[in-house]
């Protein structure tokens, strides 16, 4: 932290479909999917009103893949990482920019019996790879990997 800023981003949120997995031409796993959060408030007439903000969360690596393999549409979770953008040009020329969130940590939120499936899956994964899985770089860390690489 000597550059004196802060990129952190915590969610707590319900997927909005099942993650979307794919990989790179390298091979490395990225899965794609929505996460809904919701905000209650009064407007200036006093009025309860909610509002729905949608965000794109993005993990690589083992996080991809197990979110891949453990999310679906409607599940609660915990999505800790760092906002990116991505700028590009569309067909008509325009400049775009996305903002998504870069996924570092994720964990599985819900009733006690879905944390308990949950969690036994999760130790089994891990026992699968006798390591638990280490926190990924995000992708514009790695010199080898670029926007172009991003399979979405």
Not at 10 to 20: C, V
Not at 53 to 79: D, S
Request: net charge negative; with cysteine; proline share 5%.
């Amino acid at each position: 932290m000597s550059s004196g800023s802060i990129n952190k981003v915590i969610l707590i949120g319900r997927l909005g479909k099942d993650p979307e997995v794919r990989y790179t031409n390298n091979g490395s796993p990225v899965a794609k999917f929505t996460l809904a959060t919701d905000e209650a408030f009064k407007d200036r007439s006093g009025e309860q009103q909610r509002r729905t903000e949608w965000h794109t969360i993005v993990a690589w690596g083992k996080l991809a893949e197990i979110c891949g393999e453990y999310l679906t549409k409607g599940k609660q979770v915990y999505v800790e990482g760092s906002i990116r953008s991505r700028q590009w040009e569309d067909q008509t020329g325009n400049k775009r920019t996305a903002y998504e969130i870069v996924a570092r940590d994720m964990k599985m939120l819900g009733s006690k019996a879905e944390s308990e499936r949950a969690a036994s899956a999760s130790s089994e994964a891990v026992d699968r790879n006798h390591a638990e899985p280490e926190p990924l770089p995000a992708p514009s860390s790695s010199p080898e990997m670029t926007d172009e690489d991003v399979p979405f």
